[in-house]
């Protein structure tokens, strides 16, 4: 009942709190408005009657003095007759009523102590002199209403004590007492009238005034709190979506609205929370390692999907006997640690499975602790690394493995820091083609077994290459070495590392220009018959001249200055033509080392013509020059190029001879066209006959060793096979087609331009 009092609503209480006094004062109000105007109405009345008995004592007066009694009797009479007037009484000095609107109480006698003569009386002797307030007095009818009365005293005057009325004595102060009494009957219904009024109006008024407090209270503070109050208890209940709308912009409104974002900012952390709680409820049980969690009697309290799937635990079970179908705890235990330090532990274990096997798997435990920071219970995780110890196994037998394969490579390898290019390790095959131990070598660069003045652009271009062909290096005992080196990026005991595989290609080389030198022999022998033209020529102009100089010494004649100078001048000149036709045979059929170099291709093209000419002159072909000028330069063997062109040209003269063989006879027009361009990245060279032409089967193969169309003895079927090998050493491309316009051969050869590098040149050999 208490509590229902307490959470009385807030009408009740504003009615209360508020309507209760206010009715107070208004009752206090009417309360001395009710006495204010009842003392202002007996006032009004007092005096009014006041008045009447002065007019009354006025009007008899006359009368008195003539001692017309009938004259008293009939003006009493008439006034007596007023409504309100009760009665008038004339008191003489004994108490005795004189006179009397009321017949039967005339002559009656009254004592002196009755109500209105004890006004006068209480004192001995008797008042003379009395104010207004002590001559009034109020009191009851028989009937219960109200009398007002007011007795005023009748003074002897002097004119009532003369000779001439001598009917007082003029000792006598007091003649009588005038008594007029009027009915209050009706002021006193008109002041009950008005205090009921009143009394109403104040009634009406407060409930008025609370009807007024109950509806704005109702409307305005009621109903929006039991909005406010249901938000709330939906808010509390978890229901979010619906949020209070009191469609008011007042405090209330403003409260609502605070409400409205409370709720909101409840859902959103509550959605957080939901969140957090399923993702690590997730975490806990999609984790993809073992967690359990564990009271201090090591019982099972929680565990994850992925430790049921390892293992088999079983309601109320412990972990030692989950782990390991124990009976007793383990005698390391590491969650016994936990609850005993509150530290984490960590280790590595092994147990029987649930599907009967090894297991191993490696733990950490950690300890839950409560509010007051005591280890209730203790979480442990493991991670399964069964797979990791077969692939360990595996990984060990692998490594010893490729360990032999890595040591058995029949090519050195190495692995180099990759930016120090410090030896790392290599392989036994080390020992055999560069005579070095693998303890002489280890930390030491791999920048050591190139030359000198190489080894700067050696270093960088191992950064930036790939692969490296036909480098020189040399040995422990100093010998040059040529090898082709590849490099990949790998990692090595996680390091960045350079893996470098390096071929002893020196015997290859040796042997290729072995073959090189006698392709050139070869050359040189099918052109023999050419060069003994060229050399015959200058030979017969040294004759001549050397001739005629003699016979005119034996016939001692004189010989002119001029002439003599002149024939000495033709002989000179062709000494020195024989002499440069004889050193190029020379130098070409010499045995060289490669040296590549920036060359221009139309100058190793006029080369290899000019000892080829004289051949092409007497067979009648003509040679047609279509040569760019200022042709950028290409990275190359000047003496490997040029033998290049002289292969080519002497295939172009084969098929033109072929063709003349085919057909019986010899046709016009017998040419080879040399043809140099430049592209966007690339010189062009083409060398263009007109002899037999080239079918799809040959195009194929001619490129292929020893592969031959001419007759037994009169090809080799090396120089393609070389000239394709050379052509390739410069990064370059030949290609081998159907001339459409002279119905020949054309031979493409494509070179790239030349690089130049911290001012030396060099050859792209797969560099960047």
Known sequence: MGKAILRMNI??????????????????????????????????????????????????????????????????????????????????????????????????????????????????????????????????????????????????????????????????????????????????????????????????????????????????????????IQGTVRIAGGEFENEVDLGQKDELGQLAEAINSMGRQIRIHQNELHAQRDEYRTLFDDAPCMISVQDRNFKLLRYNRQFLESFDPQPGSHCFQAYKGRDLKC????????????????????????????????????????????????????????????????????????????????????????????????????????????????????TDFFMEEEKDQMKRLIKTSSILNQVRQKNKEGKTLFVDIWISPSEFSDKKVLLVTTSDITKRLETEQDLIQAGKMATLGEMSTGIAHELNQPLSVIKTASDFILKKIRQEEKLEEEIHQKLLSKINTNVDRASKIIEHMRHFARKSDINFEPVNVNEILKRAHDIFSQQLKVRGIEVVWQVMENIPEVTADPGRLEQVFINLLVNARDAIEEKNQKIGGKIDNEKIILQTLAGKEHVIVKVIDTGIGISDAIREKIFEPFFTTKEVGKGTGIGLSISYGIIKECKGDIGVSMDTETRGTCFTIRFPFSRKENGLFRQDRGGP
Not at 78 to 85: E, R, S, T, V, Y
Not at 144 to 170: A, D, K, M, V
């Open 331 to 446: 005698d390391n235990c590491p969650v016994e640690k936990t609850f005993q330090d509150g530290k984490s532990h960590s280790g590595e274990e092994s147990g029987i499975g649930k599907d009967g096997t090894r297991h191993y798997w490696i733990f950490i435990t950690s300890p839950i602790k409560n509010a007051k920071g005591e280890v209730v219970s203790a979480i442990e995780m493991s991670l399964n690394i069964t797979q990791r110890k077969k692939l360990e196994k595996q990984l060990e037998a692998s490594e010893k493995k490729y360990q032999s394969i890595f040591n058995n490579i029949p090519n050195p390898v190495f692995v180099l820091d990759k930016d120090s290019l410090d030896l790392i390790d290599c392989n036994q095959s080390v020992e055999s083609v560069y005579g070095f131990q693998k303890e002489e070598i280890l930390g030491r660069s791999l």
């Open 11 to 228: 009408v009740s209480k504003l009615i209360i709190f508020i309507g209760f006094p206010l009715l107070l004062i208004i009752a206090a109000w009417a309360y001395f408005n009710i006495n204010f105007q009842n003392q202002k109405l007996m006032k009004h009345i007092i005096t009014d009657t006041n008045r009447l008995t002065e007019t009354i004592r006025l009007g008899t007066h006359y009368a008195m003095t003539l001692n017309s009694r009938d004259d008293i009797t009939q003006i009493i009479q008439n006034i007596g007759k007023q409504q309100a007037i009760e009665k008038i009484h004339i008191y003489n000095k004994a108490g005795e009523i004189t006179f009397s609107n009321i017949p039967m109480e005339k002559h009656k006698q009254t004592l002196i102590k009755d109500e209105a003569c004890d006004i006068c009386h209480r004192t001995d002797p008797p008042l003379i002199h009395l104010d207004l307030e002590q001559r009034i007095r109020i009191f009851r009818s028989t009937e219960g209403y109200r009398l007002l009365g007011i007795i005023t005293p009748i003074y002897n005057e002097p004119g009532c004590s003369t000779e001439s009325c001598h009917f007082h004595p003029p000792n006598k102060k007091i003649l009588g007492a005038l008594d007029v009494v009027v009915s209050l009957e009706i002021p006193d219904k008109a002041i009950k009238n008005a205090k009921n009024g009143i009394i109403s109006l104040a009634i009406m008024g407060f409930l008025v005034m609370s009807i007024i407090i109950f509806l704005f209270v109702h409307r305005f503070i009621h109903v929006p709190i039991q909005k406010l």
